[in-house]
């Protein structure tokens, strides 16, 4: 080889090298700056904002709705994140967090993990409050103008009753944006006849409900007498005991439940005369449905009472009751209760 051809390859040597030192630092700068990407925590402010995830939206299209709110903007290394991840984005809403880096923000779009809103069905309403709560409640889905008007056949075809009071379990529901209260009515039905099941398998010999329906009607009274933990089982068996003898249950909170809206917060001694299918001083047994929406320990509390003697109790102004076995004690418990001598 001549002097020339020497310094020919010599040359086109020394441009191959620079030029793979060139490619060499640019995919270096490259990955760092892909490192830097992965690593900044993305522009989301302090209220963190709630964002929102449309079914069937690409990733692509998500970024862009990003870029809308300034929290990041759409660019290569968004594109090579989500090729190396390629798992779908799930539809729902999101709550921005605040340092949040955009692997972070991307692992979360793609489990889901939307935001989660809470329902509470408290112990002790009745189904009308429940009705008023659904339809007042905003992040419920509504499938009629008129919620009320929609949930309450509902209610009556799902319990396959003219009067559904007492069949939707209090708890606390969770669900996500574009769930409806028809649904959340159902569950709550369904969580219902699951529990009353429960109870009903482990209710005590000769107990004197005759169905699962009377086991229930029972735990809604016991639900309205007391809001005490320790009472209940008591409270059930002294209700048990005056059934099982034939002795009128003469309960208070189904006397209220009778007179509906004439009821004006204090119930007086006609009312107690004043007969009604729920008035429970002038009809034997139980009421004909349950008067409130038992909570699980009122259900328990119904299938197993406590065992004892007592037949009566009256509140002690405590915000609990004193127990008694004969009428002479009660009314002894009674003056004490109203500050007359005993």
Known sequence: MNAYGSGFVKSLLLVL??????????????????????????????????????????????????????????????????????????????????GSTAPQLLQMLQAGAVIQYQFTIVEGWTLAQLLTALQAEPTLLAHSTNRTEALYPLAQQLTDTEN???????????????????????????????????????????????SPYELLVLASIIERETAVESE???????FVRRLQKNMRLQTDPTVIYGLGAAFDGDIRKTDLTNDTPYNTYTRDGLPPTPIALPGVASLVAAAQPKAGTSLYFVADGNGGHTFSDTYEEHQRAVNIMLGRKP
């Open 17 to 98: 090298l620079l030029a793979a030192l060139l490619l060499s630092s640019g995919f270096w700068l490259l990955r760092q700056n892909y490192e830097e990407f992965l690593q900044q925590p993305l522009n989301i402010q302090q209220d963190s904002p709630v964002f929102l995830v449309d079914q069937g939206m690409s990733g692509r299209a998500v970024i862009h709705r990003l870029q809308e709110l300034g929290v990041t903007q759409w660019n290569w290394q968004w594109r090579w994140l989500m090729r190396q991840n390629p798992t779908p984005l799930k539809a729902g809403e999101y709550l921005l967090e605040s």
């Open 164 to 210: 559904p009071e007492g069949w939707f379990l209090p708890e606390t529901y969770q669900f996500v944006r574009g769930y409806s209260a028809e649904e959340l009515l159902q569950r709550a039905y369904s969580n219902m006849q699951t529990e009353l099941n429960k109870a009903w398998d482990s209710r005590i010999d000769e107990h004197p409900a005759q």
């Open 232 to 238: 209940r089982e008591e409270i059930s068996g002294v």
